[in-house]
């Protein structure tokens, strides 16, 4: 279930749903006891358990929760902020609970075992105010777990932004395909463990709305990912070339380069300018050493057609000379990775940077700060990546806790799988590597970035805590092995 629906195509699947025979009533019984099972899974019979429960249909799944919850023996109050205004499925759900007098208690959110957060749905559209933010305040107060229903209070379900204040849950139960909100930062740090159920939703009507948003799982790519061939040799693999920096920048271009190796790349040659060569020999046995001073020896060097992937920008400075290499490597008609200094040269000038890569197979791999220098930095991060990947005619991998892969036809995907010890200098190089070494097995570049962030993130879960880069490298060899299980 790799979709990751926005609260509005949700809703559109609700409806069609419904239209499909299965009454909405159903489907919020089904939402409720999904919910009480989730918290009986973890919580014995006599602890006290508060839900609480809004106006929306999140309220409704939670009246449901709370009534199945009583039935089954548990401690149960309701702190009820539907008020007359919940709507008609949502209502009949209240009602059902207030005739079982659940109790109504505020003051009991402060000592709860467990708090069911049904207060606000995915689709909230404003920032909480009121008594809806004295709730979720006093929820964060209360030395109870948090369950919240389909997403956490607070928190806008098609970006991931804290609506004014937000819901810190231990666990968020979601029903038929999680939304953006729940992988998008803070969004997914206020989700907790993510329970994913079948409530019964339509997967025609899922089908059907022609979601293009996804979750970077390896159901995305695994059809494409490259397989060793019993009578293939290295060449069937690719040959990655990557630009090294000039003698004290050289460290960068090695990490990529080995990294592309390990990816499986059936060569890899380190392009260096002639003050940095015997730094660069020094340092590399398995990966080949070739002279490249400036533009004009770039192109040479990649006029060998074997050499079908080129990588740049590590250790490279953001100026003329840098942006002159990136445009050879472009015109050559190898697929193109673009980093850092390779990237930045373009500051400014966007539709330079489109012209270049015009028709292209290109990737580029900034992080925030170069993608605010190139690109205009207005709206949620997977808008930008988005808009950015369709104005430039390049996929667009924004790196951080949540990468968001984008190509330009629309397509983007939300990375999840990344520890937060990926934070460290020299990671970024490795993962521009890796992306560079399934290009040159021939992987489109969206499923090459993709599939490129996900085995970075398993990496660094092998790798674990305290890693560096070199770390990494080491990594992508069981990662590897993960990654042929798929």
Not at 26 to 45: C, H, I, K, S
Not at 233 to 253: D, E, F, P
Not at 414 to 420: G, M
Request: glycine content about 12%; overall charge negative.
């Amino acid at each position: 279930m790799i979709e990751l629906l926005t609260p509005a195509e949700m809703a559109e699947v609700d409806r069609r749903t419904v239209e499909a025979g299965i009454p909405i009533a159903r489907l919020m019984e089904n939402a409720g006891y999904a919910v009480a099972d989730a918290v009986a899974t973890r919580a014995p019979l006599g602890i006290t358990v508060v839900v609480v429960a809004g106006p929306g249909n999140n309220g409704g799944d939670a009246f449901v929760a709370a009534r199945v919850l009583h039935e089954r023996g548990y401690r149960t109050c309701v702190v009820d902020l539907a008020g007359e205004g919940a709507s008609n499925a949502a209502a009949a759900a209240r009602a059902a609970c207030r005739a079982r007098r659940i109790a109504a208690d505020d003051p009991a959110l402060a000592t709860a075992d467990i708090v069911v957060d049904g207060l606000l749905g995915a689709g909230l559209s404003r920032d909480v105010s009121g008594a809806f933010a004295e709730a979720v305040e006093a929820m964060n107060a209360s030395r109870g777990r948090i369950v919240a229903v389909d997403i956490a209070s607070g928190i806008d379900g098609a970006t991931g932004a804290v609506r004014g204040v937000a819901v810190r849950a231990h666990e968020t139960v979601t029903f038929g395909r999680r939304k953006p909100g729940h992988l998008l930062h803070p969004g997914r740090a206020h989700a907790g463990r993510i329970r994913l159920v079948d409530i019964g939703l339509s997967e025609a009507a899922i089908a059907g709305l022609g979601v293009t948003v996804f979750a970077n799982d390896p159901a995305l790519w695994a059809a494409l990912r490259p397989r060793l061939d019993a009578a293939g040799h290295k060449y069937h693999r690719g040959h990655a070339l990557v630009v090294s920096g000039a003698m004290t920048a050289t460290g960068a271009a090695r990490l990529a380069a080995t990294a592309a190796l390990r990816a499986g790349a059936g060569l890899v040659t380190l392009a260096s300018p002639a003050d940095a060569l015997l730094v660069n020999a020094c340092h590399l046995t398995t990966v080949m050493l070739e002279r490249a001073d400036g533009p004009e020896e770039l192109a040479t060097v990649l006029r060998e057609r074997r050499r079908n992937a080129v990588c740049l920008g590590m250790g490279l400075p953001p100026d003329g000379a840098t942006r002159a290499l990136a445009e050879a490597a472009l015109a050559s008609g190898a697929a193109t990775v673009l980093d850092a200094g390779a990237l930045v040269a373009f500051a400014g000038d966007a539709g330079g940077l489109a012209r270049a890569v015009e028709g292209r197979s290109v990737v580029l791999t900034p992080h925030e700060g170069e993608f605010a220098r190139v690109f205009p930095a207005e709206g949620d991060k997977l808008a930008r990546a988005r808009d950015a990947a369709r104005a430039c005619g390049a996929v667009v991998l924004l790196k951080g806790p949540d990468t968001v892969i984008a190509a330009p036809d629309g397509r983007a995907a939300v990375n999840h799988n990344a520890p937060p010890s990926l934070a460290t200098a020299g990671a970024g190089d490795v993962l521009g590597g890796i992306v560079t070494a399934f290009l040159a097995q021939g992987v489109p570049p969206f499923e090459a970035a993709s599939m490129a962030a996900w085995l970075h993130g398993e990496a660094g879960r092998i790798a674990g805590p305290a890693l560096v880069a070199d770390d990494l490298l080491e990594a992508i060899r069981p990662a590897r092995a993960a990654l042929e299980e798929v």
